[in-house]
């Protein structure tokens, strides 16, 4: 049945035809598209707003890209319902616009999402976790947290320094407590009078009883250099730990050890040359 030519008809250009029971119900169905939309898009907005705080995100940046994720469903509702009314003339232009704005904020935001798109793949390929010991760009420290965003490190000294997960993605870390077991390397020089067996084995045996000392690793000693007075003495051990004050404590136990000995050494060889 027809109710006549109307305002469809000549929007559409389609002039022969007439605004039927048909169009009404696309108009309608048009405009419940459109409410539906709308709604979606303050949901979509509210939800992005809470799962990028949840991770961390600034209230700023987290505020622009729930509402690029409102206004990109809102346009799509928009252009949903121009097609429903047969003008999709109309929706291409809503569509292009919020693709040049999806556009514009990806290259105004691409450092951001540059450390999201790290944090995820460090999620997935796990370097370290909260409590470890690590190296990153000349930075020792124990790791305090990392999320989506960035990680921070707490320096042996009690500084805070907060990466990016992009730079961290790109960069060297070594993790010294991983394995819960780590080397000290002491190095001095001793008078090269010394009986260098004698020395090598009171090196060893001062440092062999520590607490910290890993019972499953043999103490080594070398000699790496000679200057005609001296002589460069390395003495490696390894050593059980879960905290940074447990590799400072054993270096100091393990100095302290060494020290005395070596005292002891010229003392006793003082005591054989005034004997002979």
């Known amino acids: 049945m027809s109710i006549g030519t109307g305002w469809f008809a000549q929007v559409t250009g389609d002039v022969s035809s007439d605004f039927s029971p048909t169009d009404i119900w696309k108009l309608g169905l048009s405009l ?3 409410a539906v939309g709308v709604i979606a898009a303050l949901w979509i907005r509210r939800l992005v707003l809470r799962v990028l705080l949840s991770v961390a995100a600034t209230h700023g940046i987290a505020g622009i890209v729930a509402n690029v994720a409102g206004l990109a469903v809102g346009a799509f509702a928009i252009a949903f319902s121009l097609y429903l009314l047969r003008l999709e003339q109309a929706a291409y232009p809503i569509i292009g616009v919020v693709i040049l704005i999806g ?7 691409q450092q951001i999402l540059a450390n999201y798109i790290a944090g995820i793949a460090l999620a997935f390929r796990p370097l370290f976790q909260p409590g470890d010991v690590v190296e990153i760009e000349n930075y020792q420290g124990t790791i305090l947290n990392q999320n989506l965003r960035e990680t921070t490190l707490r320096t042996f000294e009690g500084t805070s320094v907060t990466f990016p997960n992009r730079d961290i993605f790109f960069s060297k870390v070594i993790n010294q407590g991983a394995s819960g077991k780590r080397r000290i390397d002491i190095r001095f020089l001793a008078p090269a009078h010394l009986n260098l067996t004698s020395l090598h084995d009171a090196c060893a045996l001062a440092v062999s009883p520590l607490a910290f000392r890993d019972p499953a690793r043999d103490v080594e000693v070398y000699f790496d250099a000679f200057s005609g007075t001296s002589v460069s003495v ?3 051990l390894w050593i059980d730990w879960k905290m940074p004050s447990d590799y400072l404590h ?3 136990d393990a100095i302290h050890a060494i020290v005395m000995a070596v005292r002891q050494l010229e003392e006793d060889t ?6 002979t």
């Open 250 to 252: 054993a270096k100091s």
């Open 234 to 236: 390395v003495v490696a």
């Open 32 to 34: 419940v598209a459109l």
């Open 103 to 109: 556009i514009a904020l990806a290259l105004g935001l």
């Open 270 to 275: 003082k005591q054989d040359n005034l004997a």
